[in-house]
């Protein structure tokens, strides 16, 4: 394909010291990739004046596409208006906070064409950020490789381009908890991988708190993972197990004259097992939540308005 278009989408949330520098780097890259391309910037509910200054610079230059949305549906449904409207040949995800460096385009569009892969996600070999925040990421993709058993998708984000095909596909999942890196690995097709050191924000504070991290860990785990319910009925067919040893315990020590001393253990035995009852009345609650709504088949994301 000798000039094909290339679709940018960057999701936006409260960003506005970093629009003109991250559009400028983004504009500059692409530039020297094709001579047809779109960013597609979705405006997640900005409370600042994001929309604004994307407003004009779609006036300066309209290869500046800029989407709102009706208020605040967050990172994953944000992307997912934007793939929604995507038109490019090839299309790629990229935050809006210049820690994922859009220089890295030109590699990912690279390594897409001359191996004929269909997707090529950017691997984080290194990252610069909070202490706090490396450890969150480091244990989450630990554990979800495992519960999931997509190890594929050890060190990967949103940060990622493909082809249409793919995006294709990739659409045709409806769920409305969504995890991005998930569904571009569950989809399948060939898969590559450029890597990089992800750098801390340049300014300002992550708009994704501690508690949007979790939510979306939940999200992941419990969209691509049986694990937590299973663990439910592990623990209790091992419950019924050392019930039965317990049982018996105690009929021996009837029969040979002697019995349990105390009530302690069998008071801290009914708090842990109604503990543990409690936990798994949680996992299967969050499994019912989920359910219920999906069933109401609510819109993932409204669209306000779409300048063109």
Aim: charged share 20%; proline share 4%.
């Amino acid at each position: 394909m000798p000039n094909p278009r290339i679709s940018l989408i960057i999701p936006i949330y409260n960003e506005e010291a970093l629009i003109e520098p991250l559009l400028e780097r983004s504009i500059h890259v692409l530039n020297n990739i094709t001579d047809d391309f779109e960013i597609i910037a979705v405006d997640d509910g900005s409370t600042d004046n994001s929309l604004r200054t994307l407003r004009e610079s779609h006036d300066k230059d309209n290869r500046m596409k800029v989407l709102v949305l009706s208020r605040n549906f967050g990172h994953q449904a944000a992307y997912t208006a934007g793939l929604n409207y995507a038109k490019g040949d090839y299309i790629a995800m990229m935050d809006g906070d210049l820690q994922d460096p859009p220089e890295l385009l030109k590699d990912m569009y690279d390594r897409l064409i001359t191996t004929n892969c269909d997707i090529v996600s950017a691997k984080r070999t290194h990252r610069q950020e909070k202490f706090t925040r490396r450890m969150l990421a480091k244990s989450f993709h630990f554990v979800f490789a495992r519960l999931s058993t997509m190890q594929r998708l050890v060190d990967v984000g949103n940060f990622s381009l493909f082809n249409r095909k793919a995006l294709s596909a990739m659409l045709s999942f409806h769920e409305k908890h969504r995890y991005l890196p998930g569904l571009r690995s569950l989809i399948g097709f060939n898969h590559e991988y450029v890597e990089y050191s992800r750098q801390d924000r340049p300014t300002g504070r992550s708009r994704m708190t501690v508690r949007m991290l979790f939510r979306l860990a939940f999200d992941a785990f419990f969209s691509f993972s049986d694990l937590p319910i299973k663990a439910c009925l592990w623990t209790g067919l091992l419950g019924v197990v050392l019930f039965l040893c317990a049982t018996l315990y105690i009929i021996i020590s009837k029969i040979a004259g002697f019995a349990p001393l105390g009530w302690s253990s069998t008071l801290l035995s009914i708090y842990f097992l109604a503990s543990v009852q409690l936990l798994f009345l949680g996992i299967i609650g969050e499994y019912i939540a989920r359910i219920y709504r999906e069933t109401q088949n609510r819109p993932i994301f409204i669209v306000q308005e779409y300048i063109d």
